[in-house]
């Protein structure tokens, strides 16, 4: 495996993306990868190390290539637009430069967490008209598939507390409620959160899986009956270790759910039926 950190994006709105990059199969000729560009939560304050390389390894474990991206914060707001078009940039320099990169520019799936799954949302509502704002032909924006995470959604649905948070995310940029932008060019949707998440609602996933089905997008809504905001693999090796909180030694066993565990290989199989990964792997 090959790790690269570069700047890319457009020329004002640079961004640094982090390319994780599968060494080659001794025995095959030169292999193609779906590409996975990564946006992890951190309610626009970091970026979660849980949702980053860890998350990025297990693609990689599938053969996919992956770039995460470190998208505007609110420690420079407003977060909108700036963070839509850093993605475009991201995305339109993988689309172009397939070749180097050794991806498939017709497989990529664009996957968010929590504040990065508002950004990923909103990017899949968006991108024909970012597009035309940003004078790029629209297929250099396209997207293949989107995986969300407990996202935020809806920026009237509970998350953010207060105004000023909201005001440093939106700015004057109106079109932050990603349930009410969906179209039919919104690309396949794989979406999962739990019912008792209790820092997103479950209602943010549930009114855009309404959206998207009533656009007739495929989808894929998965909501778990309980475990907390964050969970992210749902397993030991991403719950939080006593020395986080010894005061409340058992709060990390929150974050162990072995029936939510399965999100990732569900994802997967829901990719396989997409993309025909069979047949991509096997027609190289």
Same mark, same amino acid.
């Given at each position: 495996?090959?790790?690269?950190?570069?700047?890319?994006?457009?020329?004002?709105?640079?961004? /640094?993306?982090?390319?994780?990059?599968?060494?080659?199969?001794?025995?095959?000729p030169?292999?193609?990868r779906p590409?996975?560009? #990564?946006?992890p939560?951190?309610?626009?304050?970091?970026?979660?190390d849980?949702?980053?390389?860890?998350m990025a +390894?297990? =693609?990689?474990?599938?053969g996919? %290539?992956?770039? *995460?991206?470190?998208?505007? @914060?609110?420690?420079?707001?407003?977060?909108?637009?700036?963070?839509?078009?850093?993605?475009?940039g991201?995305?339109?320099?993988?689309r172009?430069?397939?070749?180097?990169?050794?991806?498939?520019a017709?497989h990529? +799936?664009?996957?968010?967490?929590?504040?990065g799954?508002?950004? %990923?949302? #909103? =990017?899949?509502?968006?991108w024909?008209?970012?597009?035309?704002? @940003?004078? *790029?032909?629209?297929?250099?924006?396209?997207?293949?598939?989107l995986?969300?995470?407990?996202?935020?959604?809806?920026?009237?649905l509970g998350?953010?507390?207060?105004?000023?948070v909201?005001?440093? *995310?939106?700015?004057?940029?109106?079109?932050?409620?990603?349930?009410k +932008?969906?179209?039919?060019?919104?690309?396949?949707?794989?979406?999962?959160t739990?019912?008792?998440?209790? #820092?997103?609602?479950?209602?943010n996933?549930?009114?855009?899986?309404?959206?998207?089905?009533?656009?007739?997008?495929? /989808?894929?809504?998965?909501?778990?009956p309980?475990?907390?905001?964050?969970?992210?693999?749902a397993r %030991?090796?991403?719950?939080?270790?006593?020395?986080?909180?010894?005061?409340?030694?058992?709060?990390?066993?929150?974050? *162990?759910?072995?029936?939510?565990?399965g999100?990732?290989?569900?994802?997967?199989?829901? +990719?396989?039926?997409?993309?025909? #990964?069979?047949r991509?792997w096997?027609?190289q």
């Amino acid at each position: 495996m090959k790790v690269s950190k570069f700047t890319c994006g457009l020329p004002d709105y640079p961004v /640094t993306v982090t390319f994780y990059q599968p060494a080659a199969i001794a025995d095959f000729p030169s292999q193609r990868r779906p590409l996975v560009i #990564l946006l992890p939560g951190g309610g626009y304050e970091f970026y979660s190390d849980r949702e980053g390389e860890i998350m990025a +390894l297990q =693609y990689l474990a599938q053969g996919f %290539a992956v770039a *995460i991206v470190a998208y505007q @914060l609110r420690d420079q707001p407003p977060v909108l637009p700036t963070a839509l078009y850093q993605v475009a940039g991201v995305v339109q320099e993988f689309r172009q430069h397939a070749l180097r990169y050794q991806i498939s520019a017709d497989h990529i +799936l664009l996957v968010g967490f929590s504040a990065g799954g508002h950004v %990923a949302a #909103l =990017y899949a509502d968006l991108w024909p008209r970012l597009a035309y704002t @940003l004078k *790029i032909p629209a297929m250099c924006l396209a997207v293949s598939a989107l995986t969300l995470g407990y996202p935020v959604i809806g920026l009237r649905l509970g998350w953010p507390p207060t105004s000023a948070v909201r005001r440093s *995310i939106t700015g004057d940029w109106r079109e932050h409620e990603a349930d009410k +932008l969906v179209t039919p060019q919104n690309p396949p949707t794989f979406i999962w959160t739990t019912a008792d998440d209790e #820092l997103i609602a479950a209602e943010n996933t549930r009114r855009y899986a309404k959206a998207l089905q009533q656009q007739r997008i495929p /989808t894929d809504v998965v909501i778990y009956p309980h475990g907390p905001h964050g969970l992210s693999l749902a397993r %030991a090796v991403t719950a939080f270790p006593v020395s986080f909180e010894p005061s409340n030694p058992a709060f990390g066993e929150r974050f *162990i759910r072995p029936d939510v565990a399965g999100w990732f290989d569900r994802q997967i199989r829901w +990719l396989d039926n997409l993309w025909d #990964l069979k047949r991509f792997w096997r027609q190289q």
